[in-house]
């Protein structure tokens, strides 16, 4: 079956490609509306959070915690500054679809955020974009630039009472900025180091004060589940999993790409839809929500429905939306050294389990890939990773070490094949 | 992990119209402004980075220094951001940076062929610059564009889907 696409971030993908991303484009399609509808109306903020919960809106940003709720934890009538910040850091390997907002839909986004600061009391705004994105810096600040001159931001806004400021802050090449306490140090000016929680940010966030910092894609879902109704995008997904959701299908499928389909979406339509497997070779194994979650394998994956519960009950997560799909012939061994240097590469540092441990999984992932492994090596794999989950400041940690458990789990027989004959069975 | 909430605003005893051109000033300022008046210190990436892409590509200790004391940091403060993130270099570079995303989506469609190719036909290793001073090449993660991967950013310009040949007709035409 073809899945209904592009509802609600990519709505205006079908607008011509030179122009889709102008306010001119975005005020085609309804934008602003809602936004416009709050300056005037001045709706009671419970009454929104409630239509968002009500959608059953997941954040987009890996976790999948339920946005409404989060809003709901802010004190939004304490006296003070309080901050919305959206994080448009994408770095986990295989996720390129907050890139693709930020650069064709710039607009919904800032209107996303217009109306959780006004829901959370907030009235100023950072978007912390990753520094590599040169072309959608560019866009971000054409738009806001726009929004400001259209009277769509700035103080009293359009005589409604309201302010709203919203600003973007740039990254320089840190992955673990994007997790949501690194982010607020990076913008103090500091290094990008996770927060020991609690506090949460709700209630010492960026510069002491309360914020909520949501991701780019659950953003910009926002003015369209006020537009068509908290009821209608929880129709789009299924129970306790709202909406569509941008999904990044890389790596050996036929056409590669950013798909917007529901929740609940079965796995093997989607792959149809990124044109099947590459060069018709066959599917071995599936990362079904960006580096950090459980490798699936294939025959188990072709039974999966897309969204957070039944990706669970597979034994994995939904995590960004990153399905990054493994032919047949790939070397599982590589893939796995790939992972670990990257999460070796990103920890900042700061805890001794992931500082240490990462390094020690990349290392033995290193001799056993040379050919030069040792007969205890995969158990130390294990050792090492199982000391490194549950151990850390930040959630980085379990990610470098579930991969390996699972890759272990699944694809023991190549490691061992690899430890014993100095070669690779994919070879 | 910081505990410490208030800004670590410290006085450095110089006229700070002396410091970078009027043109970087200005650019900082703007920068400054989005920020709580007492968070300077926010507007430290985006300095670092203006005044690296104003010297070539990278950093030097009295440049920092100058951000610093401009933005009224300890100095010390100012090299643990410069040294922690990725985008800011310390030593002199090539007229260019090639960096080739080397994570899990580039590698299953080819980022190794990319980079082995690179380091044979230009005689350089990652992390090196060029004999010419063409270019330094880079082995970077992730940089969001895995739809089309493999992908390559040069200097500021992302380029995606890359076969070697592709990639050679970029380098060929870098100053
Ligand atoms: C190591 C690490 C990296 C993360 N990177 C991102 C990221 O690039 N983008 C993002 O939105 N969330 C990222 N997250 C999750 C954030 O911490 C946070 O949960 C999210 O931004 C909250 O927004 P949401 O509720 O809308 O998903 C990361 C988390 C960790 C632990
Ligand atoms: S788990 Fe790793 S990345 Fe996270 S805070 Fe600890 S050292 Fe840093
Ligand atoms: S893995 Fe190379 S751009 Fe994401």
């Given at each position: 079956m073809v899945p209904n696409q592009n509802?609600?971030?990519?709505?205006?993908?079908?607008?011509a490609a030179t122009t889709r991303h102008t306010l001119d484009a975005y005020r085609s399609l309804g934008g602003y509306v809602q936004w416009e509808k709050i300056l005037r109306?001045?709706?009671?903020p419970a009454d929104i959070i409630e239509e968002i919960k009500l959608s059953?809106?997941?954040?987009?940003?890996?976790?999948?915690?339920?946005t409404g709720l989060k809003w709901s934890f802010?004190?939004?009538?304490?006296?003070g500054q309080k901050y919305i910040v959206c994080?448009?850091?994408?770095?986990?390997?295989?996720?390129?679809?907050d890139r693709d907002i930020l650069r064709y839909n710039p607009h919904q986004l800032i209107e996303g955020m217009a109306i959780a600061g006004y829901c959370i009391g907030a009235t100023v705004g950072y978007n912390y974009i990753r520094g590599e994105f040169y072309e959608p810096i560019q866009r971000c600040e054409e738009a806001i630039r726009e929004a400001y001159a259209a009277g769509l931001?700035?103080?009293?806004i359009q005589g409604s009472g309201v302010d709203f400021d919203l600003y973007n802050h740039l990254g320089a090449?840190?992955?673990?900025?994007?997790?949501e306490t690194a982010l607020l140090e990076s913008i103090e000016g500091k290094k990008g180091q996770p927060r020991f929680k609690p506090p949460f940010p709700a209630q010492?966030?960026?510069?002491?004060r309360p914020t909520t910092i949501n991701n780019t894609e659950s953003l910009a879902s926002i003015p369209v589940i006020l537009e068509k109704g908290g009821q209608w995008f929880l129709a789009q997904g299924r129970p306790n999993n709202g909406g569509p959701k941008l999904f990044s299908v890389t790596g050996h499928v036929a056409r590669p790409d950013n798909f917007e389909v529901?929740?609940?979406?079965?796995f093997r339509d989607l792959l149809e839809l990124a044109g099947g497997m590459k060069d018709g070779r066959a599917l071995k194994a599936v990362i079904?929500?960006?580096?950090?979650v459980p490798v699936v394998p294939g025959d188990v994956m072709m039974d999966v429905d897309m969204d957070y519960d039944s990706i669970a009950k597979a034994g994995s997560m939904l995590g960004s939306g990153a399905v990054i799909v493994i032919a047949e012939g790939t070397c599982m061994v590589k893939v796995l050294h790939n992972l670990s240097h990257f999460y070796m590469h990103e920890s900042?540092?700061?805890c001794t389990p992931c500082r240490e441990g990462t390094g020690w999984l990349e290392r033995v992932l290193r001799r056993i890939l040379d050919g030069?492994?040792?007969?205890?090596d995969l158990d130390l794999l294990d050792s090492v990773a199982g000391r490194i989950g549950g151990r850390t400041i930040c959630a980085l940690g379990d990610a470098a070490a579930m991969p390996v458990q699972s890759f272990l789990k699944h694809y023991r027989h190549e490691f061992e094949h690899l430890i014993e004959h100095g070669q690779s069975m994919a070879a | 992990m910081s505990f410490r909430n208030a800004p670590l605003a410290v006085i450095h005893d110089?006229?700070?119209?002396?410091?970078?051109t009027p043109e970087i000033r200005e650019q900082i300022d703007i920068w400054i402004?989005?920020?709580?008046?007492?968070?300077?210190?926010?507007?430290v990436m985006p300095a670092l980075t203006i005044v690296q892409d104003a010297n070539g590509g990278w950093l030097t200790p009295e440049l920092m220094n100058d951000v610093a004391a401009y933005l009224d940091m300890p100095e010390v403060s100012v090299y643990e951001v410069a040294t922690f993130y990725?985008?800011?270099?310390l030593e002199p570079q090539g007229r260019h940076k090639v960096c080739v995303c080397n994570s899990v989506s580039c590698l299953l469609l080819g980022s190794e062929e990319l980079i082995e190719h690179v380091e044979h036909k230009y005689d350089v290793r990652l992390g090196e610059t060029t004999a010419d001073g063409r270019f330094t090449f880079k082995e970077v993660e992730c940089l969001g564009a895995c739809r089309h991967a493999p992908a390559v950013l040069v200097d500021k310009t992302y380029h995606e889907n890359l076969s070697p040949q592709a990639l050679d007709k970029l380098i060929d035409e870098l100053e």
């Open positions: 509802s609600v971030c990519f709505r205006n993908m079908h607008l109306e001045r709706p009671d059953a809106l997941r954040g987009r940003g890996g976790a999948g915690f339920p802010m004190p939004r009538n304490a006296p994080n448009s850091d994408e770095g986990e390997p295989g996720t390129c679809k931001l700035g103080k009293d090449g840190a992955y673990i900025c994007g997790e010492f966030g960026l510069y002491g529901p929740l609940g979406t079965p079904p929500g960006g580096s950090s900042c540092g700061q030069k492994g040792r007969p205890g | 110089r006229d700070k119209t002396t410091l970078f402004a989005k920020y709580p008046a007492e968070w300077k210190q926010s507007a990725g985008m800011y270099d």
